[in-house]
């Protein structure tokens, strides 16, 4: 049984893999083709914070596939009422094929899957978000061919996103000029994950120029609405401006993640500009996950991954 708590519970080769069946299973999805591998499965999916694209597009894959989603709040089920993690992993588990877990503190993730009999999937902590880096690396793919030795500019706050970014770095192998304000930078030892690969930089543009893509995230990230104000102040300079974008080149793309906040992270001519391709990032949300969930629900000799791909 695997988990996918962060990009490294895979091989570059699976990431690789993935990210081609996702291509596929747009393109069948695209053409009407029904593709229903996991009749009679059901994911249970917890969120201890809001979404939209992780939610919606968990639940319309699993519906897709031929299998059923249940979406579990804190508010309704006994884990908000202090139920240890532990004890709701053992139950849960024995009853779902597997879990989703959008949650605050990675160790929750990590105290689950230590106690649960289904794959464990992360839908986002406060370390990192590793589907939505599935997503965006089948998103770079489909428009610009393998990110292999590319460059990719993260401009902004060193947060879950960027975290997973820098896991993708290392494991894929592509160089990641991340610009961040002190006292925001990425962690030491998540950096270290990224090697040689990822360089940091105080100014924005210097770490832009060249970039194959530029993306970034929301400066107050969930959980931390309180600093907002003061966030606004450190980040000024740090926002995603059609000159940034020149300073990239005509070629480079824009990704966000969303939900984006115009004027803050990202200005609207970007978002809606010719380089943006937020809107393709946010549907590939779908499609790697229809991947990710054939990889862990279904036994390897019926799963869509060959040796041979
Ligand atoms: N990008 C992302 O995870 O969006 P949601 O918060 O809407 O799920
Ligand atoms: N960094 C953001 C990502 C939202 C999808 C957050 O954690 O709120």
Not at 55 to 62: L, T
Not at 73 to 78: C, M
Not at 105 to 134: K, T, W
Not at 246 to 253: R, Y
Request: hydrophobic fraction near 40%; charge should be negative.
């Amino acid at each position: 049984m695997r988990h996918f708590l962060t990009l490294r519970d895979c091989s570059a080769d699976e990431i690789h893999q993935l990210l081609r069946r996702a291509t596929e299973l747009r393109d069948m999805h695209r053409a009407g083709q029904l593709h229903q591998p996991l009749q009679g499965r059901v994911l249970g999916m917890v969120f201890e914070k809001s979404s939209t694209r992780t939610r919606v597009s968990f639940e319309a894959g699993m519906a897709q596939l031929g299998g059923h989603a249940l979406f579990l709040s804190p508010r309704d089920t006994q884990l908000g009422r202090g139920e240890p993690v532990e004890d709701t992993a053992r139950v849960i588990s024995r009853m779902v094929d597997a879990v989703m877990i959008r949650t605050f503190g990675h160790d929750m993730l990590e105290r689950f899957a230590a106690y649960s009999a289904a794959p464990v999937i992360n839908g986002l902590s406060d370390l990192c978000h590793p589907c939505q880096l599935l997503a965006d690396l089948q998103t770079f793919t489909e428009h610009r061919g393998p990110i292999t030795d590319r460059r990719v500019a993260w401009i902004g706050d060193g947060n879950n996103m960027c975290h997973s970014w820098i896991e993708a770095a290392g494991l894929l192998g592509f160089d990641l000029h991340i610009a961040a304000p002190p006292g925001y930078r990425p962690e030491a030892d998540i950096l270290a994950l990224g090697g040689e690969r990822v360089q940091l930089f105080d100014d924005a543009y210097a770490a832009a120029e060249g970039a194959d893509l530029v993306t970034t995230d929301v400066w107050a990230s969930m959980g931390q609405e309180s600093e907002q104000a003061a966030r606004e102040e450190a980040f000024r300079g740090f926002c995603v401006t059609e000159s940034l974008m020149e300073c990239a080149g005509p070629e480079a793309l824009f990704m966000h993640c969303l939900p984006a906040h115009r004027g803050e992270e990202v200005e609207a001519a970007v978002l809606e500009g010719s380089q943006s391709v937020v809107w393709d990032e946010a549907e590939n949300r779908l499609h790697a996950q229809k991947a990710l969930l054939e990889f862990l629900m279904l036994p390897p000799e019926n799963g869509p991954l060959h040796p041979a791909d």
